[in-house]
């Protein structure tokens, strides 16, 4: 792991967009033989996967949405009428110090798991382009052994590694460590502590996923395009950074995004870490309060728009830079 | 385990003859001293599932102890005859079954033929169609499930199989349209063209000549679905409240419950169970997905 030395010769400026992938992007033009059923067809295609996302998703938001501005209740689902309620639900929810601090606290969960992540999947994906082919399969099974495993089991067993009397964590730390204020610790009591071992089973969790993606991409850079910046007298280093990672920029993009998203609406690692005995009030996040308020119905719409309002501000830069490079 | 191979093509470009200015035995030193690091890595990625595997073998009075064993020598299948001889594992296993077959044969039909449309075809808002998946997968469902628990409810379909998969099939379908469009966009439309040229209709040529190019695609897609609906928990505690109706996840979250203080070994058993069928399709499929994915993610 040595010091990138400092760059000598120029390396070949990156393109700025990708090489294509296999196959035609461009569009084909499409000899029109029956005008019509051409011209309907691709909608009549889109269908069926159009209804259920309406349905499923659409619908439920929708009427979420409604519920917010409205004061769904008790009396309610004995069917009185709901009343309009203007935005009262978000002041409520907006003005309570407590529900900006499960805000705050998501957010930071989100962008510490999401870094790390990130950081972790490209190093590892980085390293499986250096080493030889037994390593790299050694280390692609460990990794796929670890994405393969259903997400309930995989919690069974972190919770029982950092079990309090008998797990492994406590006593390697105590023992071979020496760290014998480990001894019979409980890790899910404090919150900063539980927030560790959430990160420790998210982050275990989302880097095969960072590791395979990324890699498959590096795979894709062109080898013409390595071996000739290697002629120019490129260090491998600077053919990794200033060349395939640039190259490779759009995957990159993409897995971020996904990261993002998905580790700001972890839910069920919180949630059954919670179960195993932590305090709830204090380790909630945006997904595990929602759920807590679902006896609230119009208090938890309201705070779910705020989740998903949150999730597009984190967001929108991504997707409007994809949109940018997707112009189909 | 050929599964995980990738082409050989790929390990090291070959080191020109020109320029080679570090001495060769350095750089293997350093290929090995990252090699050893990539194996640790490796272990440590692997101890927690190996864990699982090595507790679940255990009988209760070898994992109360202050030293925890870190072989199954003398191990018993005591744990595994528990959770096997459970009528209610069988019960979860038979919904998580119809819950999953019923998502996976919805969505993967109509995750292709929107995959197909918006990349085989130019049409007025095929783009927004494009983004409206991207953004879609923005939606937290963590913030849908309440309501769609009581769009279910008024439907009385909670408790059902249907009404699961039909959340389920909603849930699978932005990333199954988004890999298979990769997919799809990665056979040559000319190769229908061609065969279009020599007289085959549109879907003739289609189904001749790209249907069987995508078939590996599919799988992966499918296998994807499987294992998205087969291990999903937040939905399935949402909409299965009863304990006859309970998916795997929800079964071992109270086999969890049910043992936590007294046998992590059962516990461990369980999620062994359901953990090794699972691995092994993963296996045969990881690859295609990230390449799927990665297709996907060029523009195509």
Redesign the interface.
């Known amino acids: 792991m ?1 010091a990138p030395p400092a760059p000598a010769a120029p390396a070949p400026a990156a393109p700025r967009t ?1 090489p ?6 461009a ?2 033009p ?1 000899r029109r033989r029956r005008p019509l059923p051409a ?1 309907v ?3 009549l ?2 269908v ?2 159009l ?3 309406a ?3 659409g ?3 929708v ?2 949405f409604v ?1 917010s501005f409205q004061e769904y209740g008790l009396a309610q689902q004995f069917g009185r009428p709901a009343e309009w309620v203007g935005l009262d639900n978000y002041v409520t929810l907006l003005s309570d110090p407590y529900v900006w601090g499960v805000i705050a606290r998501s957010i930071a969960f989100c962008l510490v798991n999401a870094a790390l992540t990130m950081a972790l999947g490209i190093a ?1 994906a980085v ?2 382009t ?25 919690m ?6 950092f ?1 309090s ?2 797990g ?1 964590v406590n ?1 390697v730390l105590a ?1 071979p460590l020496g760290m014998e204020g480990q001894r019979g610790h409980s890790w899910l009591i404090e919150p900063l502590s539980f927030y560790a071992v959430a990160t420790v089973i998210v982050v ?1 969790m989302s ?2 996923f960072v590791v ?2 990324v ?3 590096l ?2 850079v062109p ?1 013409e395009c ?2 000739a910046a ?2 120019d ?1 490129a260090s491998s280093w600077q053919r990794l950074w200033r060349l395939a990672l640039p190259m490779i920029k ?2 990159l ?3 971020a995004l ?1 990261q993002v ?1 998905w580790d ?2 972890v ?2 690692q919180i ?2 870490l919670q ?2 005995g932590a305090p709830t009030r204090e380790t909630h996040l ?2 595990t309060y ?2 807590s ?2 006896k609230e ?1 119009s208090m ?2 309201a ?3 705020i ?2 309002v949150i ?2 501000a984190l ?1 929108v830069f991504y ?1 409007r830079r ?2 940018r ?4 | ?1 050929t599964a ?8 090291v ?2 080191r ?1 003859q ?2 080679r200015r570090r001495p060769r035995r350095r750089a293997s030193a ?2 090995r001293l ?6 640790v ?6 101890f ?2 190996y ?2 595997i090595n ?1 679940a073998f255990l009988p209760t009075n070898r ?6 064993s870190f072989l199954p020598f003398g191990g018993t299948l005591a744990n595994f005859r528990r959770v096997l001889g459970d009528p209610s594992f069988y019960d979860a296993f038979r919904v998580s079954l119809a819950v999953t077959g019923l998502t996976l044969a ?1 969505a993967i ?3 292709f ?2 995959a ?3 990349s ?4 007025r ?3 927004s ?3 409206t998946v ?18 279910l409810d008024t439907w009385h379909l909670v408790n059902s199989v249907l009404g699961l998969s ?2 389920y ?3 699978v ?2 990333f199954t ?1 988004w890999m298979l469009r ?1 997919f799809v ?6 190769l229908e ?1 061609a065969a279009m040229m020599d007289g085959l209709s549109r879907t003739g040529a289609f189904f001749r000549i790209t249907f069987p190019l995508l078939a590996p695609g599919l799988v992966a897609s499918g296998v994807y679905g499987f ?1 998205q609906a ?2 999903e ?2 939905l399935a ?2 909409v299965m409240t009863d304990p006859a109706e309970r998916t ?2 929800l079964w ?2 109270g086999l ?2 049910a043992n ?1 203080a007294t046998d ?1 070994g059962v ?2 058993a ?3 169970v ?2 090794v069928p ?2 092994l ?3 045969f499929v ?2 295609r ?3 799927g ?8």
């Open positions: 040595s990708p294509p992938a296999t196959g035609s992007t569009a084909a499409l011209r067809g691709p909608y295609l889109l069926p996967a209804v259920p996302l349905v499923g998703l619908y439920p938001l009427r979420q519920f590892l390293l499986m250096k080493v030889g082919r037994a390593a790299r399969i050694t280390l692609q099974v460990g990794m796929l052994l670890a994405w393969g495993t259903p997400v309930l089991a995989t069974t067993v972190w919770q029982w590694l079990d009397q008998y492994v006593w023992g275990w880097v095969p395979f993606t890699y498959a991409g795979l894709q080898d390595m071996e290697q002629l007298g759009p995957v993009f993409v897995v996904l998203i700001l609406r839910f069920t949630h059954v179960r195993a945006l997904g929602i759920y308020l679902s119905f938890a719409g705070m779910a728009t989740m998903l999730t597009l967001t997707i994809m949109l490079e997707d112009e189909a | 385990m995980v191979v990738p082409p050989p093509n790929t390990a470009p070959a020109a020109v320029v350093s290929r990252l090699g050893a690091l990539a194996v890595v490796a272990l440590a990625w692997v927690p599932v864990w699982m507790s994992l109360r102890t202050p030293e925890p919805a039909l109509f995750a033929v929107a197909l449309a918006i085989r075809f130019r049409f808002g095929r783009k169609f494009v983004v991207l953004v879609v997968q923005m939606i937290p469902a963590e913030g849908l499930f309440i309501s769609q628990y009581q769009m039909i959340v099939v909603a849930a379908l932005p349209i990769g966009s990665g056979v040559p439309f000319e063209e294992l087969w291990n928990y937040t505690l949402v795997l996840p071992l979250q969890v419950e936590r992590w516990v461990m369980g999620a062994a359901i953990t699972v691995i399709f993963f296996l990881q690859r997905m990230s390449s994915l990665v297709a996907g993610a060029v523009k195509g």
